[in-house]
Structure formats: C-alpha cells, structure tokens
C-alpha cells in the first residue's frame, strides 16, 4: 500500500485549499484514513479521520472548517480546509490503517503554510 499526498501550498489567512491522498495497492473502502499533521517544533498531531464506513471525526480546532472525504472510484482522500488560519501552517501527512496491516502506512507530507 502507498500513499501520495498533494494540493498543499501558500494560502493566505481565511483562504481555502484541498488536500488529496491517493491510495495506491488497496482500495480505500477497506481502509480507515486520517489526516495529520506537524507544524514546526511540535509533535504529530490527529486532524481528520474518516472509517470504514465513512464516519468520520474531527480534532476540535478543525471542526466546522475543515472536512475529510472519500471518492471510491479515484482511490483517494480529501481534506477540505477553510477559514484557514496561520495556526494551522504545518506539514500534513495522509496514513492509511486496517486490522490487516500491523501499522499504519504514512504518506509524504504536503506542506500547507497560511500567511497573515
């Protein structure tokens, strides 16, 4: 299974910007899928999760601006984001788990940077 991140760039604070994950070695529907990501000097932290069947979850701080999404047929892993905030400059990194798979897999980070 790999994962390819991408839509990431400079955004400017209150602008908006999507992110995709492709999945590649499995389709999704078997996957649950989440969005984190690390911003400079701090730990990993849990954004967005969106589970087998398409329930999904937010971090506090996202809820009501951000949303994950899948479409089946592409394979592939939205996170909409909103009312984007300097807050929330980070790298964002996709990652892929199943009670199949021993660990999570982790795609390439995509760097999201929100100017003031």
């Known amino acids: 299974v790999q994962l390819q991140a991408s839509g990431g760039g400079l955004v400017q604070a209150g602008g908006s910007a999507r992110l995709s994950c492709t999945v590649s070695?499995?389709?999704?529907?078997?996957?649950?899928m989440a969005w984190s990501r690390q911003a400079p000097g701090k730990e990993r932290e849990f954004v967005a999760r969106i589970i087998l069947n398409g329930a999904t979850s937010y971090e506090d701080s996202v809820k009501g601006r951000f949303t994950i999404s899948r479409e089946i047929a592409k394979n592939t892993v939205y996170l909409q984001m909103n009312g984007l905030q300097p807050e929330d400059t980070a790298v964002y990194y996709c990652?892929?788990?199943?009670?199949?798979?021993?660990?999570?897999?982790w795609g390439q980070g995509t760097q999201v940077t929100v100017s003031s």
């Open positions: 990652s892929a788990a199943s009670l199949t798979l021993r660990d999570p897999i």
């Open positions: 070695g499995r389709p999704i529907r078997s996957l649950h």
